[in-house]
């Protein structure tokens, strides 16, 4: 498939860890890069005497993000395949939505665990509960 | 190589792995999908023994089991140097800190300046981060979130402005207890 645009690759994406969701396994990969094919004008070849030419590009580069299911050759059909290119310039913005998306498709975490905190309030009543009544006794 | 333990510590890592190879390395995300039990071979020929005489039942017991359980995986590795860093997590509190360490990451690979990493964003973030992390060691000790509370001071001095807020916020969290 090819690159899609940030708006269509989160509606994909959405829909990739929907599909997950009433499976029991299954695994979701997300990868992010720079983007350094085709990037002549920001990216000089390495020469003798600046071998690291990479660790100083002229300008910002784009990030390439991917995603994909990882289904095997068996599982051609189901196999899908996402990718993007977000631009510096948007580069906040698309980790704001990609928080969300990412947030909302991983249901399978466990939620935040209130248990403990909730044990130990109950534990500082019944301390504070005792204490009255052991000043009330005489 | 191993996981790190702290996401902190990942970052930290990951962070002065692009900096030294910002055109090879990679940032993955893996989300799985694990059934919440594991089938034993004995219940796996149980199953078969059953589904042989008498199907339904077999698939309707399947269908009242727990929701599986995931975790989160976050890998960096650079192929040239064959360096890798993991972290890893089941909570889904930690998701959006992890996506919002992804930006951090990214701004990097993108080769945008790092001061402005530090911006009003940021500094929220590293704020969630803290209460995070003061909920999670309410049950384990006194240890973890200090360092936690550190961290967001030192990364509240770039951002001079609005770090008196900051701090207040840090210092209540740390009354609470």
Same mark, same amino acid.
């Given at each position: ?6 708006? !269509? ?8 860890? /929907? ?20 990037? !002549? ?7 003798? /005497? ?27 059909? /189901? ?12 580069? /906040? ?6 928080? !969300? ?38 | ?6 996401? *902190? ?84 509190? *930690? ?18 300046? !790092? ?9 929220? *973030? ?52």
């Amino acid at each position: 498939m090819g690159v899609l645009t940030n708006e !269509e690759f989160f509606a994909k994406l959405a829909g990739l860890f /929907e599909s997950g969701k009433n499976k029991d396994h299954g695994a979701i990969y997300l990868t992010q890069k720079r983007l350094s094919y085709d990037q !002549e004008d920001a990216l000089s070849k390495p020469t003798a /005497e600046d071998s690291f030419a990479d660790l100083h590009p002229t300008k910002p580069l784009p990030v390439l993000i991917r995603a994909s299911n990882n289904k095997g050759k068996k599982k051609r059909g /189901e196999k899908v395949k996402l990718s993007t290119v977000v631009e510096p310039a948007d580069l /906040e913005a698309f980790f704001v939505r990609y928080a !969300e998306v990412c947030r909302a498709g991983m249901a399978a975490l466990k939620p935040r665990d209130r248990t403990k905190r909730k044990a130990k309030a109950r534990k500082k009543k019944v301390g504070g509960a005792g204490q009255t009544a052991m000043s009330a006794i005489p | 190589m191993p996981y790190y333990d702290k996401s *902190e510590d990942w970052l930290h890592q990951s962070a002065l792995l692009l900096q030294a190879r910002p055109a090879t390395t990679r940032i993955t995300t893996r989300y799985n999908l694990k059934p919440a039990h594991r089938v034993t071979k004995a219940e796996k020929a149980a199953a078969a023994a059953a589904s042989t005489t008498s199907p339904p039942p077999s698939t309707a017991n399947a269908a009242s089991k727990k929701p599986p359980r995931g975790h989160l995986v976050l890998k960096t590795f650079d192929p040239s140097s064959g360096v890798c860093l993991k972290y890893k997590t089941s909570k889904a509190a *930690e998701v959006g800190r992890l996506v919002q360490m992804l930006g951090t990451l990214g701004r990097r690979m993108a080769a945008l300046p !790092e001061v402005a990493v530090s911006g009003g964003g940021a500094q929220d *973030e590293v704020m969630a981060d803290a209460a995070a992390e003061a909920e999670v060691g309410v049950g384990s000790g006194v240890q973890t979130p200090v360092p936690s509370a550190a961290a967001a001071a030192a990364a509240a001095v770039p951002a001079a402005a609005s770090q008196a807020g900051g701090g207040g916020k840090g210092k209540k969290k740390k009354g609470k207890r």
